[in-house]
């Protein structure tokens, strides 16, 4: 019962406001976009429809995902924040993806794609992050990176090193999307980075969502 409670909670919070002429019942829409984002290939989803008799293209299910605009809540006031820099690969470009991440519910706070790594672009990450969230008072746990260690003193945030631990939660996102952006590298075929950053915070919604 717990999981039902949230899969319908996570449905019912997905807005179809974009919808203006679609034939498929919104019902159907929002579970098709709910079993993509949870991790369904939109192959597999596209097939979710044809056993209720609905026929629906694979770009369509795409553009599904991406006009809903999901995000991840905001106005959070998490204790301890960690963060992170990874490269992720949309088709044959690399890219580095910030993330933060509350340890304590292992849920997505921000998320950022970016086509390089610098201390400016860190910088404006955190700066993102706080006018997303209450973190004045956070401790933010940070690994190697010199540019985020950099952007913490330059905002004023206490943060310290650590290489486990806690940071733990941060690493287990990025190793799922790591694994979805390999997987389904047709979310990513041709996409601009602008589409591929609208994915990461849609997918940071239903993240916090299922976990």
């Known amino acids: 019962m717990p999981e039902n409670a949230r899969l319908n909670g996570n449905i019912g919070q997905i807005d179809l406001a974009f919808v203006e002429r679609e034939a498929t019942p919104q019902l159907l829409m929002k579970l098709s976009i709910q079993l993509h984002l949870a991790g369904l290939s939109l192959s597999n989803t596209v097939s979710i429809l044809d056993i209720f008799s ?56 921000h998320t950022k794609l970016e086509p390089t790594t610098t201390k ?22 940070v690994d190697g990176s010199h540019s985020l260690q950099d952007a913490c003193q330059r905002h004023g945030f206490n943060f310290r090193y650590e290489k486990h631990g806690n940071r733990n939660a941060v690493e287990s996102v990025f190793h799922e999307i790591k694994w979805r952006t390999l997987c389904f590298s ?9 589409t591929a950053d609208d994915w990461l915070r849609s997918f940071s919604f239903a993240w916090n969502q299922l976990i």
């Open 54 to 109: 609905v026929e629906r293209a694979r770009s369509t299910v795409h553009n599904w995902v991406h006009k809903a605009d999901l995000q991840p809540e905001s106005g959070r006031c998490p204790d301890h924040i960690a963060i992170d820099e990874t490269v992720i690969q949309l088709d044959d470009e690399q890219y580095w993806l910030y993330a933060a991440v509350d340890p304590e519910i292992n849920e997505l706070l």
């Open 120 to 141: 400016v672009l860190a910088h404006s990450f955190l700066t993102e992050l706080s006018e997303k969230h209450d973190v004045s008072d956070a401790m933010f746990l």
């Open 186 to 194: 047709n979310c990513f075929s041709n996409a601009e980075s602008e």
